[in-house]
């Protein structure tokens, strides 16, 4: 008889002033448990343990705003759009990074909400932002003292993170929805530097830490599932119920993942598997579209 994983509590030891459950401290209807500096550790230990059996990680990161656009000649769209997601990656900060850990079909760990939520030391008065942006995010459910009080040190996490089992590893999966900015910012703290000036040597790079990766929006567009651009117009459209939460990275990366696997399901795994390790408006596209439309579904 085949014994069932003992998972740790996943609220030990927080103090009673901290709400883990919620969005960014509050409860929510789309449960997350949030990561601070004062629970980093534990909760990094939690997911090394998981990590074993739960192999697909949908990632989604939160940062206020692109203030930058770069000038010059550029030989492709591409190189356009990598060397924004470049000066923006270097030059905002993250605010937070959601994590949503399932199985190959979908399923999170018993008892689990599946969802892990970064919250990063960040300075709404100090730290490079979109005005704009930092507006939405505050609407959103921000506690933008809390993030400068109690915010994870982004190097920390990625020292963590290098060491946990979720990067750097053959048998785990990621996936993003326009997955540049979620992996750049990744990239970038594990680096302990800014993101390479090359756009070949980044996608090196995310090749290295990220040996599979599924871009969510790279299937919808290839296989013309949609012709909507974001992500919560997307999961509406599929009819995946949206909650009150999104703009926040840990309900958002949940959403990712439920939109994955309804991609997966509409084309199939081995549809999927043609276009692994395709980033979204970072890699030229020598086929044509509807050529691979064509050869999976035979129109």
């Known amino acids: 008889m085949a014994m069932e994983m003992a998972y740790p509590n996943w609220t030990a030891d927080v103090p009673d002033m901290y709400q883990v459950y919620g969005n960014s401290g509050n409860t929510s209807e789309m449960p997350v448990i949030n990561v601070w500096s004062w629970n980093l550790g534990q909760q990094m230990a939690?997911?090394?343990?998981?990590?074993?059996?739960?192999?697909?990680?949908?990632?989604?990161?939160?940062?206020?705003?692109?203030?930058?656009?770069?000038?010059?000649?550029?030989?492709?769209?591409?190189?356009?759009?990598f060397q924004t997601l470049r000066t923006n990656v270097d030059m905002v900060d993250v605010i937070q990074i959601g994590l949503t850990l399932t199985d190959a079909v979908g399923n999170v760990a018993p008892g689990s909400p599946g969802t892990w939520q970064f919250n990063f030391k960040?300075?709404?008065?100090?730290?490079?932002?979109?005005?704009?942006?930092?507006?939405?995010?505050?609407?959103?459910?921000?506690?933008?003292?809390?993030?400068?009080?109690?915010?994870?040190?982004?190097f920390a996490f990625a020292e963590l993170l290098l060491d946990s089992g979720l990067v750097l590893n053959d048998q785990i999966t990621w996936i993003s929805f326009h997955a540049g900015y979620d992996l750049g910012y990744i990239v970038s703290a594990m680096l302990n530097k800014n993101i390479p000036v090359e756009r070949s040597l980044y996608l090196s790079l995310v090749g290295l830490y990220f040996p599979n990766v599924f871009d969510v929006k790279t299937l919808i567009k290839k296989y013309k599932l949609s012709d909507k651009n974001g992500l919560h117009d997307v999961i509406q459209e599929f009819g995946i119920y949206r909650?009150?939460?999104?703009?926040?990275?840990?309900?958002?990366?949940?959403?990712?993942?439920?939109?994955?696997?309804?991609?997966?399901?509409?084309?199939?795994?081995?549809?999927?598997?043609?276009?692994?390790?395709?980033?979204?408006?970072?890699?030229?596209?020598?086929?044509?579209?509807?050529?691979?439309?064509?050869?999976?579904?035979?129109?």
């Open 46 to 81: 939690v997911l090394r343990q998981l990590v074993n059996q739960y192999r697909y990680i949908s990632v989604d990161c939160k940062f206020p705003g692109l203030i930058s656009r770069p000038v010059g000649t550029f030989h492709s769209t591409s190189e356009y759009h």
């Open 122 to 154: 960040f300075n709404a008065q100090q730290d490079m932002c979109s005005a704009e942006s930092l507006e939405v995010l505050g609407q959103s459910g921000f506690e933008f003292q809390k993030h400068e009080q109690e915010g994870i040190d982004v």
């Open 243 to 299: 909650g009150s939460s999104y703009c926040l990275a840990g309900a958002d990366s949940r959403l990712v993942a439920l939109c994955y696997f309804e991609v997966v399901r509409l084309i199939g795994e081995n549809n999927a598997r043609a276009v692994k390790n395709c980033i979204f408006g970072l890699q030229d596209d020598k086929k044509d579209e509807d050529d691979i439309y064509n050869r999976y579904f035979h129109r």
